[in-house]
């Protein structure tokens, strides 16, 4: 739906396709405002913009007295405090601060985006047409200092608005009427590069940058419309056409494709006839080499059956006459090794007897040297066994004295008892002492 400028009038008043009046578009203007109480108003007055368009970007509060020992500080803003009129670089805290009064609140500016409206009329394309345009921007003060001792808001407010105009103009010249629509969206990263590097000293930071909106005039914008619907009318006649002309194509090619699918249906069914009168001949055909090889088969059968049955006859004969003469050997040869089976095992006992008698008459002997042998290892070892059971029983002694010993440790035989004790034994001392 085309949008127009209504002819006379307000040229930000915008009339819709219905011919419904919107809401004209007001240019915004930063301004700063004189507050009596920046405490409680300034994020409020802030906050606000008016139906004129102004945008509040700086609050100057009124004066402290003379006798005021207390200074407030707002929070949500950016304070600028003066010492006898000259800038104090740091930032105080939000809330109530104990300050003479030549310290004093000289400007309150606001953290908050602010959102600028900038209508442009009379921008000429670049076949001359002559559009109205409406950028919109979102910017913040980050820098307070530098935006209020090297700019200021009224500065700023001229500044950005020539800047901001100079820049959608620049942007429609590249145009013509047939594209400045295009401008309409997000195409305006170009103008928003250029606002930062324009402001890059004014402690303000621009976020966002839009083409809202694009007017042409009156007259080419009606025109423009009846092209469009009649470029639209042509279109659909066009389609229809080629709707129609696609449709008579496509019943044509079906009843060409039917005749086709008829025509392969008839060739198909002699086909079919042919081959299966050719199946039945080759069956036939097939039916008598098989009767043939089956009669044939049966013969030979009947040959092999009668062969192979004399044969078995033949191959039984020669196992029983085999098995009868194996069996008569194996007789003759069994009672012959009975009887030398007979005579070796009465050898082997002999020799078996023989040998376990020499074996325990070796092994007697073999234990006795053996016994002999661990009676002579014991009479060591008990002689190391009773010394070992001796130094225990002094080591007993000694800790029983150490313990339970009630005497006078006094000259040699204390002397000795002692020494007794540290070594764990008398070692020849004990007679002396026990005397």
């Known amino acids: 739906m085309a949008r127009v400028r209504p002819s006379g009038g307000d040229p930000h008043a915008v009339v819709g396709g219905h011919g419904?009046?919107?809401?004209?578009?007001?240019?915004?203007?930063?301004?700063?405002?004189?507050?009596?109480d920046v405490v409680k108003q300034a994020v409020s007055?802030?906050?606000?913009?008016s139906t004129a368009g102004e945008i509040p970007l700086v609050l100057i509060p009124e004066s402290r007295g003379a006798t005021s020992?207390?200074?407030?500080?707002?929070?949500?803003v950016h304070c600028l405090l003066q010492r006898f009129g000259k800038d104090v670089e740091k930032d105080l805290s939000?809330?109530?601060?104990?300050?003479?009064?030549?310290?004093?609140?000289?400007?309150?500016?606001?953290?908050?985006?602010?959102?600028?409206?900038?209508?442009?009329?009379?921008?000429?394309?670049?076949?001359?047409?002559?559009?109205?345009?409406?950028?919109?921007?979102?910017?913040?003060?980050?820098?307070?200092?530098?935006?209020?001792?090297?700019?200021?808001?009224?500065?700023?407010?001229e500044f950005l608005s020539g800047t901001v105009e100079e820049a959608i103009r620049m942007l429609v010249r590249q145009e013509t009427h047939q594209t400045v629509y295009s401008l309409r969206g997000e195409r305006a990263d170009v103008m928003l590069k250029m606002l930062n590097?324009?402001?890059?000293?004014?402690?303000?930071?621009?976020?966002?940058?839009k083409v809202t909106a694009v007017w042409l005039p009156d007259v080419l914008a009606n025109s423009l419309e009846i092209t469009t619907k009649m470029s639209k009318g042509m279109d659909k006649l066009n389609t229809q056409a080629e709707y129609e002309r696609l449709q008579i194509r496509q019943d044509s090619e079906m009843q060409i494709e039917e005749i086709r699918r008829r025509q392969e249906q008839v060739l198909v069914a002699e086909a079919g006839r042919k081959r299966r009168a050719e199946l039945e001949f080759e069956q036939r055909n097939v039916k008598a080499e098989e009767n043939g090889e089956v009669a044939m088969i049966?013969?030979?059968g009947k040959v092999e059956v009668d062969k192979l049955k004399c044969m078995t006859d033949l191959d039984r004969t020669k196992m029983e006459y085999t098995t009868w003469r194996i069996t008569e050997i194996a007789k003759a040869e069994a009672n012959s090794n009975a009887?030398?089976?007979?005579?070796?095992?009465?050898?082997?006992?002999?020799?078996?007897?023989?040998s376990w008698k020499e074996s325990k008459m070796l092994d007697d002997a073999e234990v006795i040297k053996c016994e002999a042998v661990m009676e002579k290892e014991a009479i060591r070892?008990?002689?190391?066994?009773?010394?070992?059971?001796?130094?225990?029983?002094?080591?007993?002694?000694l800790g029983q004295f150490a313990t339970k010993g009630s005497f006078n440790l006094i000259g040699t035989p204390g002397d000795k008892l002692i020494s007794a004790m540290l070594k764990g034994t008398f070692s020849g001392g004990a007679a002396s002492i026990v005397g």
Request: with cysteine.
């Open 69 to 76: 020992l207390f200074l407030e500080i707002p929070s949500g």
């Open 381 to 397: 070892n008990l002689a190391a066994k009773r010394e070992h059971d001796l130094a225990l029983t002094e080591k007993g002694i």
């Open 298 to 300: 049966e013969a030979n």
């Open 197 to 209: 590097d324009k402001f890059v000293e004014s402690g303000v930071t621009f976020h966002d940058c």
């Open 339 to 354: 009887s030398r089976i007979k005579a070796d095992l009465m050898e082997e006992q002999a020799i078996i007897e023989a």
């Open 45 to 49: 007055i802030l906050s606000s913009k």
């Open 94 to 157: 939000p809330g109530l601060h104990l300050l003479p009064s030549w310290y004093r609140i000289a400007y309150v500016v606001t953290k908050q985006s602010c959102c600028y409206d900038a209508p442009v009329q009379n921008c000429p394309t670049a076949d001359d047409v002559r559009v109205s345009a409406d950028v919109t921007l979102i910017f913040q003060i980050v820098e307070p200092h530098k935006f209020i001792y090297r700019l200021g808001a009224k500065n700023f407010d």
């Open 20 to 36: 419904l009046k919107r809401k004209p578009i007001v240019h915004s203007r930063c301004v700063q405002v004189h507050v009596r």
